[in-house]
C-alpha cells in the first residue's frame, strides 16, 4: 500500500516526499476530492450521453452519417463512464480501508495511552500490602459488627423480675378490669315510671276539650315528678 501511495502522491526514492510519507487524514481528504472531480466528471459524461442519443434521433434515417457519428461518440463516453465508475469503486475501497486503518491507529493509542496511565497507578501499590489492608478491613468489620451486637442487648441494670409473678398480677387486673366493664354494661337498677291517670274519653264535643286541658295538665305533673326524681 506504501508504493502505491508513493505513486497516487509522487513521492518516490529520493524525492520530495522520500523521507515521510503522507498522513492517514491527508491521504483520505486526497482521495474525497478525487472522488468528488470523478463525480462531477461522470455527471457531465451522462449529459453528453444523452445529447448524443438525442442528436442520433433527430437525424435518423435523413442523415445516416450524423446518427452513426453521434452514437459512436455516445459509445466512447460510455466507456468512460465505466472506466470512471470502476476508478470511484476503487477510489471507495481504498479511502474506506484508510479510514479503518486510521480508527485503529487511534483505538491503539488511546489504548496504550490508558495502559500507561494504570501501570503508573499500580506502580506504588503492593499486592502483598493490598492483602494485608483488607484482612486489617475484615477484622474491622467484624469488631464493629460484635459492638453493634452488644449495643443492641436489653440491659437491665441489675433489676430483675420474676416474669410468671407479673403475668399473674398483669391476669389480676385484666380480670378486675372486665369486671368493672360487665357492671357498667348491666346499668343501674331500673326506675318505676309513674302512673298515667286513666281518663275516660267524653263523647260530646264540649266535654272533649275539657278532657284534653285535664290530660295535658296530667301529663305535665308526671313530667314534672319524672324530673324531680
Do not use: C
Not at 508504493?3 to 482521495?31: M, V
Not at 459509445?75 to 479511502?95: H, M, N, P, V
Not at 387486673?173 to 286513666?198: A, H, R, Y
Amino acid at each position: 500500500m506504501s508504493g502505491l501511495l508513493g505513486k497516487l502522491f509522487g513521492a518516490g526514492a529520493g524525492g520530495k516526499g522520500a523521507g515521510k510519507g503522507p498522513s492517514p487524514q491527508e491521504a483520505i481528504q486526497r482521495l474525497r476530492d478525487t472522488e468528488e472531480m470523478l463525480s462531477k466528471k461522470q455527471e457531465f459524461l451522462e449529459k453528453k450521453i444523452e445529447q448524443e442519443l438525442a442528436a442520433a434521433r433527430k437525424h435518423g434515417t435523413k442523415n445516416k452519417r450524423a446518427a452513426l457519428q453521434a452514437l459512436k461518440r455516445k459509445k466512447r463516453y460510455e466507456k468512460q463512464l465505466a472506466q470512471i465508475d470502476g476508478t470511484l469503486s476503487t477510489i471507495e475501497f481504498q479511502r474506506e480501508a484508510l479510514e479503518n486503518a486510521n480508527t485503529n491507529t487511534e483505538v491503539l493509542k488511546n489504548m496504550g495511552f490508558a495502559a500507561k496511565a494504570m501501570k503508573a497507578a499500580h506502580d506504588n501499590m503492593d499486592i502483598d500490602k493490598v492483602d494485608e489492608l483488607m484482612q486489617d478491613i475484615a477484622e474491622q468489620q467484624e469488631l464493629a459488627d460484635e459492638i453493634s451486637t452488644a449495643i443492641s442487648k436489653p440491659v437491665g441494670f441489675g433489676e430483675e423480675f420474676d416474669e410468671d409473678e407479673l403475668m399473674a398480677e398483669l391476669e389480676e387486673l385484666e380480670q378486675e378490669e372486665l369486671d368493672k366493664n360487665l357492671l357498667e354494661i348491666s346499668g343501674p337498677e331500673t326506675v318505676p315510671l309513674p302512673n298515667v291517670p286513666s281518663i275516660s274519653i267524653p263523647s260530646k264535643p264540649g266535654k272533649l276539650e275539657v278532657w284534653k286541658k285535664e290530660v295535658s295538665s296530667s301529663l305535665l305533673l308526671v313530667a314534672a315528678d319524672a324530673a324531680g326524681k
